[in-house]
């Protein structure tokens, strides 16, 4: 009789051993997954989060550049002395610009100007960079080719293809990106055309403006041939 209860207290005792493994087990197990799914969602928000930095700051920036884009419009206009060919030359509205003429019809430059954004640099200042440049030359188109292909540098080479005005499709003259021809440090996209006896030339400096150069400037760009 004792026999029989000595074993079943020792099957209690195995029955709450095992229990007490799989309990043990069963928390461990759960710890572990709440772990597992606490790190989880720990990184996934940190990932959200990033992920909606990055679109926030994504959309900010395309909003900002669209804002920049609108609010160039309506576009200026300057318009030039009939003698040197009623020049008319729309540009955004956000820049400024100043334009020389000379009345008497002598020198080498008849027109000159001179556009940026906000302020427009020194003209005297051999650094300054602008958005645009303008000018009618009191020379002939083939005169100033030859002095362009006089000054060309070898090592820095242009790269000149024939182009015409959009308003102006009859007056065709070149086109050419690389060293401009009024100084030796400063690069650009040069448009020259033949303008009656004189020459016109349009050029952006750098590249930054090239854009609103290919947009706005010469799409607008009208002249009296």
């Known amino acids: ?3 029989h209860n000595q074993d079943g207290i020792s099957g209690v005792v195995v029955s709450l051993i095992l229990t007490g493994v799989l309990l043990l087990g069963a928390v461990i ?5 709440f772990m597992g799914r606490q790190d989880y969602k720990n990184h996934s928000d940190a990932k959200a989060a990033a992920a909606s930095k990055v679109a926030v700051a994504k959309n900010t ?4 550049k669209q804002f920049a884009e609108e609010s160039k419009n309506p576009l200026k206009t300057y318009s030039g002395p009939q003698a040197y060919g009623s020049v008319v030359l729309q540009y955004p509205k956000t820049w400024s610009g100043y334009v020389i003429t000379n009345s008497s019809g002598s020198g080498n430059t008849l027109v000159d100007g001179y556009f940026n954004p906000g302020v427009v640099p020194s003209a005297t200042d051999q650094g300054s960079v602008f958005a ?3 000018q009618v030359l009191n020379q002939s188109y083939a005169q100033t080719l030859s002095n362009l292909a006089s000054n060309q540098q070898p090592s820095k080479p242009r790269v000149t293809v024939p182009y015409a005005l959009p308003k102006v499709p009859n007056v065709v003259g070149i086109k050419f990106t690389g060293p401009l021809a009024n100084t030796s440090t400063k690069t650009g996209t040069t448009v020259i055309l033949p303008l009656r006896s004189e020459t016109l030339a349009i050029w952006t400096e750098g590249d930054q403006f090239l854009p609103d150069f290919n947009t706005y400037i010469l799409p607008n760009f009208s002249f009296s041939p």
């Open 132 to 134: 645009l440049r303008v």
């Open 1 to 3: 009789m004792i026999k």
């Open 61 to 64: 920036a395309t909003k900002d």
């Open 29 to 33: 197990f759960g710890v572990w997954a």
